[in-house]
């Protein structure tokens, strides 16, 4: 491994996740709102730290900003960052919809029922 390698080591917590409120969806609701504080600071950062730059070296103003029009090529990138936005915003449901389906569901009784007749 080189100085420029980076290890990547995947986030995906194991066991259940610890539950803080009486209502799990409450829970949920508390998981969804701290991932959207934590990407909108960061993004107001970056945001303001861009602005300020590009006004510092004469680059650009807030009316360039505001006229701005993204090409294809970005509103594709866009909409894959967004996509991944939402998708870390929604991880708890996510991950609650993968538990369940790898869950072995019991069949209720009409269809055991229908199973057995056949």
């Avoid at 986030?11 to 996740?17: E, F, I, V």
């Avoid at 539950?19 to 969806?25: L, S």
């Avoid at 701290?34 to 970056?46: N, P, Y």
Wanted: net charge negative; hydrophobic share 40%; charged share 35%.
């Amino acid at each position: 491994m080189t100085d420029g390698d980076s290890i990547s080591i995947p986030r995906n917590a194991k066991g259940k996740r610890p539950q803080y409120f009486e209502d799990p969806a409450s829970d949920k609701l508390h998981f969804m709102i701290m991932a959207l504080v934590e990407e909108l600071s960061v993004t107001r950062d970056r945001l303001d730290s861009v602005e300020r730059v590009l006004e510092r070296k004469g680059v650009s103003s807030l009316a360039d900003v505001d006229g701005f029009e993204p090409t294809d090529e970005e509103h594709r990138q866009r909409n894959e960052r967004r996509a991944a936005y939402v998708a870390r915003i929604m991880k708890c449901f996510a991950d609650e919809a993968a538990q369940a389906a790898r869950a072995d569901p019991a069949m209720d009784f009409d269809e055991v029922v229908e199973a057995v007749a056949e």
